[in-house]
C-alpha cells in the first residue's frame, strides 16, 4: 500500500506564496508521475501541474508563469511552488501519484487526501 501525505496549505492574500508538498511511503518500487489536481466548490476536479520521473512538466494554462512543480526522487516528494496567488486559485489541492509496487506489478494511480488552499482578495 502507498500513502500520499499533503501538508502546506493555508490561506494567503492574493498576490502572496505558498509552497504544497507531498510524500510518498509505504510500498513503493518506482514512481512515475507525480501531480498536483485541484477541485474549487461546484467544479469538476483539474490538473494543475504533472511532473514525470524523467522531470518533464506540464501546467494548466491558468497557473503557467505563476506555479512551479518539483520533485524530490530520493525523498518520494512532490512539492507545488505557488506564487502570485489569484482568489480563483481557491480550492482544494489533491496529490496524485502513478506507482509501481514492485518490479513485477502495475503501476497504479494513488491520491492525497486533500490540502485546503484560500486565497483572499
Known amino acids: 500500500q502507498v500513502q500520499l501525505v499533503e501538508s502546506g496549505g493555508g490561506l494567503v492574500q492574493a498576490g502572496g506564496s505558498l509552497r504544497l508538498s507531498c510524500a510518498a511511503s509505504g510500498t513503493i518500487f518506482r514512481i512515475n508521475a507525480m501531480g498536483w489536481y485541484r477541485q474549487a466548490p461546484g467544479k469538476q476536479r483539474e490538473l494543475v501541474a504533472v511532473?514525470?520521473?524523467?522531470?518533464?512538466?506540464n501546467y494548466a494554462d491558468s497557473v503557467k508563469g505563476r506555479f512551479t512543480i518539483s520533485r524530490d526522487n530520493v525523498k518520494n516528494t512532490v512539492y507545488l511552488q505557488m506564487n502570485s496567488q489569484k482568489p480563483e486559485d481557491t480550492a482544494v489541492y489533491y496529490c496524485h501519484a502513478n506507482v509501481a509496487p514492485s518490479a513485477i506489478e502495475y503501476a497504479r494511480d494513488y491520491w492525497g487526501q486533500g490540502t485546503q488552499v484560500t486565497v483572499s482578495s
Open positions: 511532473i514525470r520521473s524523467g522531470g518533464s512538466t
